[in-house]
T-cell receptor, first 115, second 111 residues
Framework: ETGVTQSPTHLIKTRGQQVTLRCSSQSGHNTVSWYQQALGQGPQFIFQYYREEENGRGNFPPRFSGLQFPNYSSELNVNALELDDSALYLC??????????????FGSGTRLTVV | DAKTTQPPSMDCAEGRAANLPCNHSTISGNEYVYWYRQIHSQGPQYIIHGLKNNETNEMASLIITEDRKSSTLILPHATLRDTAVYYCILRSGGSNYKLTFGKGTLLTVNP
């Protein structure tokens, strides 16, 4: 098992810019979710993808978008960055089949700072 | 919003059992209880989950009350490396993968 890897580990962007964060899922996993974790808070669900289609979304505006690729890697894109978007962004992958869900494996996250 | 209530912090002596409580009085019949922990600056790590029976794995034990309104995570022999924020989470069965985190319990294991 290779685990979940995220890149970059740290990033600084200017307000109004766009950012793309990347995630490589654990081998064999077909589901990926993204979470935002502000300082001192628990992670908040952004959205999830199953077989390249979004099938769940949290309370985040449309400027947060994503993609999942055939190899199950994924991207999180954030447009028009705001200062409040500064957070740790976590990617989590899992395997789901026939109604059976297995626990998520989280990456170590990307620390995004918007200035 | 998180449907679980946990104490904000707890202390435990190294080598002793750590018992972390969680209240989930509005739990539904199809909701599982999941426990994750997050060591500083890392992603959350899966510990254990259960529906209604007690569960044990190499990391911990999960005790769920008969009415399922509360549960306890037990780390049998806490080490300094177990210092982390522990999250108790409810997740529905089926295709709803969303995990709703609260603020968790900061467990500090002292030497």
């Amino acid at each position: 098992e290779t685990g979940v890897t995220q890149s970059p580990t740290h990033l600084i962007k200017t307000r109004g810019q766009q950012v793309t964060l990347r995630c490589s899922s654990q081998s064999g996993h077909n589901t990926v979710s993204w979470y935002q974790q502000a300082l001192g808070q628990g992670p908040q669900f952004i959205f999830q993808y199953y077989r390249e289609e979004e099938n769940g979304r949290g309370n985040f505006p449309p400027r947060f978008s994503g993609l999942q690729f055939p190899n199950y890697s994924s991207e999180l894109n954030v447009n028009a960055l705001e200062l409040d978007d500064s957070a740790l962004y976590l990617c989590a992958s899992s395997f789901w089949t026939g109604g059976r869900f297995y626990g998520y494996t989280f990456g170590s996250g990307t620390r995004l700072t918007v200035v | 919003d998180a449907k679980t209530t946990q104490p904000p912090s707890m202390d435990c002596a190294e080598g002793r059992a750590a018992n972390l409580p969680c209240n989930h009085s509005t739990i539904s019949g199809n909701e599982y209880v999941y426990w994750y922990r997050q060591i500083h600056s890392q992603g959350p790590q899966y510990i254990i989950h259960g529906l209604k029976n007690n569960e044990t794995n190499e990391m911990a034990s999960l005790i769920i009350t008969e009415d399922r309104k509360s549960s306890t995570l037990i780390l049998p022999h806490a080490t300094l490396r177990d210092t982390a924020v522990y999250y108790c989470i409810l997740r529905s069965g089926g295709s709803n993968y969303k995990l709703t985190f609260g603020k968790g319990t900061l467990l500090t294991v002292n030497p």
